[in-house]
C-alpha cells in the first residue's frame, strides 16, 4: 500500500468516517474502498481519481496526505 493511500486510511479510521457514505456520494464503489483503505490483506492503492474524489468528500486538500506532517 503506498504512503498516501495508508494516511488517506489512517485519517477515515482516526475520524470514524462511513465508508457506505463516501461510497454513496463519490460513486466509487464501496469494495474499491473497502480493499483500498481498510482490507489490509489485500494491500489495493487507491486510484488517482478515486484519491481526488475521496479528498473532495473529506474537504482535505490532496496535498496534506502527502507527508506525515499533513493531516
Do not use: H, Q, W
Amino acid at each position: 500500500m503506498s504512503k498516501v493511500t495508508a494516511r488517506v486510511s489512517n485519517y477515515i479510521r482516526t475520524k470514524g468516517i462511513n465508508l457506505s457514505k463516501i461510497s454513496r456520494d463519490t460513486g466509487i464503489s464501496y469494495t474499491a474502498l473497502y480493499d483500498s483503505l481498510m482490507n489490509d490483506e489485500r494491500k489495493r492503492d487507491l486510484r488517482d481519481e478515486e484519491f481526488l474524489e475521496v479528498c473532495g468528500f473529506l474537504g482535505v486538500d490532496p496535498r496534506d496526505f502527502a507527508s506525515d506532517r499533513g493531516v
